[in-house]
């Protein structure tokens, strides 16, 4: 299976749902989070959505 | 068993009166996807899951959902504190009046009152953690939908902080139904 | 609405940041229990809430109905959440 196959992933069966693990590494300061309603920088998706341009 | 705690899980604040907006977020308060439909759900649920990661979890999150609701309430009560008859009637809210005054019932933004229809309770956990995370997703854009409702500064900042908490559930309920499969595979149970 | 002094307010609001990062954690380390990091910052946040709540109920009277009261029983009275402007 070629792996820049959009949608093809390597050991997953069909009609079952995958999620990642989330991994333990920064979190916001503590007022910051509950303002941003969660401790996790990896987990906010502000609403509406912000676009990032680099 | 449960402790109440006199603090809300965050500081929701109104900046005015908004019975329009008040009459709104009945959505959450009991209508489908409301945070109380959540509670009783998760809560329902937690007794028939396999392993102890979901146990905790749905325990802990259908708990959340109850500190959820009183922030909920305490925004409708804030937005309608004071109101009169006349201003209840002129904003949509005079069937409200008529039944409960101003005090606070768990209906849907339209009135109709919250049924245990709203969850299910399948004894299956993998369909419930679907149901799971199929109910953070609505709530989550009824959040969207409210937010857009309002200008209040207040109300917006209180709303963001519980449309985040659908997306950090999502999450945790996705990595409990990745434990539970697994937990299913080693057991040769395949559905 | 009452108007509760700020103090109060911050110490509640202070309570409240606190509380939330333990409840984070909590909720990350049920799908994570042997993260041990995340273990640790969940007891230095619950040691500090464990603190901030004590030196608040001295002040502000008891939060919860197993909190030690004076006499004459202050947890009816001190302020009810949704009661407060933040």
């Known amino acids: 299976m070629s792996e820049s196959k959009k949608g093809f992933y390597i050991d997953m069966k069909l009609a079952q749902v995958y999620i990642l693990m989330q991994m333990y590494g920064e979190t916001f300061e503590i007022r910051t989070a509950l303002r941003n309603g969660t401790l996790f920088p990896e987990l906010y998706r502000p609403f509406p959505p912000q676009t990032f341009q680099e | ?191 | 609405m009452s108007h509760h002094n700020k103090d109060m307010v911050d110490k509640l609001k202070n309570i409240m940041a606190v509380d939330f990062a333990v409840w984070e954690l909590s909720l990350f380390l049920d799908t994570h229990p042997d993260e041990r990091r995340a273990i640790e910052d969940h007891n230095k946040y619950v040691r500090l809430s464990y603190q901030l709540k004590n030196e608040y109920e001295s002040t502000y009277g008891p939060m919860r109905l197993d909190s030690i009261s004076p006499y004459p029983y202050k947890y009816i009275n001190s302020p009810w959440p949704w009661e407060i402007e933040y």
């Not at chain 2, 945070?35 to 009783?40: C, I, T, Y």
């Not at chain 2, 802990?60 to 909920?72: N, R, S, V």
């Not at chain 2, 019932?105 to 399948?122: E, R």
Request: net charge negative; with cysteine; hydrophobic share 40%.
């Open chain 2, 1 to 191: 068993m449960w402790y109440y705690e006199k603090k809300l899980q965050y500081p929701a604040n109104v900046s005015r009166t908004d019975l329009g907006m008040a009459k709104f977020l009945f959505a959450q308060y009991g209508g489908p996807d409301s945070e109380l439909a959540a509670a009783v759900r998760y809560l329902t649920q937690r007794y028939t899951m396999p392993i102890p990661q979901a146990k905790a979890l749905l325990t802990d999150i259908g708990t959340e959902e109850l500190a959820h609701w009183e922030i909920i309430g305490t925004l409708i009560y804030k937005l309608t504190c004071g109101a009169t008859p006349e201003q209840m009637r002129n904003a949509g809210l005079g069937d409200h009046f008529a039944q409960h005054d101003n005090a606070l019932y768990p209906h849907d933004a339209a009135g109709v009152p919250f049924t245990a229809a709203y969850i299910a309770s399948t004894g299956d956990p993998i369909a419930d953690l679907h149901e799971d995370l199929a109910a953070e997703q609505k709530a989550r854009t009824t959040y969207e939908k409210l937010i857009t409702l309002t200008n209040d500064a207040g109300v917006i900042a209180a709303l963001s902080f519980l449309r985040e908490r659908e997306v950090v559930h999502f999450q945790r309920f996705g990595e409990v139904l990745m434990l539970v499969q697994e937990h299913y595979q080693h057991k040769h149970i395949f559905y």
